[in-house]
């Protein structure tokens, strides 16, 4: 099946500085990926859409300027926490969409703000 | 806007046990409905996709049903194991192409 990888795993940064999380399809090409963001006991909530080649398209509160998202290939989406902030703190989930209604999840990266 | 909510949160049984998760959706335009596993600190696992126009999908021990009309999807676990222990969350995705998570339920089965 389709494989989606996410690096790094795990992040641990201090308060202020910024930190990028990498999301690749590894065996399909994905013009629309999107990130999730999931706090301790909660469910999934989408923070973006991701477009190949063009701006991201970011949910109802979720500061852009903060949560900077490029998506440069057909294969890879990086999306960059700028000055992290402890309540930053989150389980962020990548997915991509393999074509319509069929998306492949990432395995996670979990960001702890110090 | 479309709301789903897993009754219930959380849920300990003896292993053995047969046990049903259930899923409320608010909104019964969706394109099809998807149960995930997702043990602690990872991501999904896909379990079962439904179809709009389906009634249920079977893998395994699993079985998911989907009453559309009503709102509502059950997860049936038959003869439950210890390493069936996780979260469990269930997806609508609407005509939009837009996944829309429940809370998901916290199942713990006990050897």
């Known amino acids: 099946g389709a494989v989606v990888s996410q690096h790094p795993s795990r992040v641990i940064c201090k308060s202020g500085t910024s930190v990028k999380i990498e999301c690749r399809s590894l065996d399909f090409q994905a013009t629309t990926m999107f990130w999730y963001r999931q706090f301790p006991k909660q469910s999934l909530m989408l923070m973006a859409t991701?477009?190949?080649?063009?701006?991201?398209?970011?949910e109802q509160g979720v500061e852009k300027d903060k949560f900077l998202i490029n998506h440069a290939s057909l294969t890879l989406s990086t999306l960059t926490v700028t000055s992290a902030h402890p309540e930053d703190s989150s389980f962020y989930i990548c997915?991509?969409?393999?074509?319509?209604?069929?998306?492949?999840f990432g395995p996670g990266t979990r960001l702890t703000v110090t | 806007k479309q709301e789903v909510t897993q009754i219930p949160a959380a849920l300990s049984v003896p292993e053995g046990e047969n046990l049903v998760l259930n899923c409320s959706f608010t909104?019964?335009?969706?394109?099809?409905l998807q149960w995930f596993r997702q043990d602690p600190g990872k991501g999904l696992t896909s379990l079962l996709l439904i179809q709009s126009s389906q009634r249920e999908q079977t893998s395994g021990r699993l079985n998911a049903s989907l009453d559309k009309s009503s709102g509502r999807s059950t997860l049936y676990i038959a003869a439950s194991q210890p390493g069936d222990s996780a979260t469990y969350l269930c997806a609508v995705v609407d005509y939009g192409q837009n996944f829309v998570f429940g809370p998901g339920t916290r199942l713990s089965v006990l050897p």
């Open positions: 991701s477009n190949e080649g063009s701006k991201a398209t970011y």
């Open positions: 909104d019964s335009a969706i394109y099809n």
């Open positions: 997915s991509a969409r393999l074509s319509s209604y069929e998306q492949y």
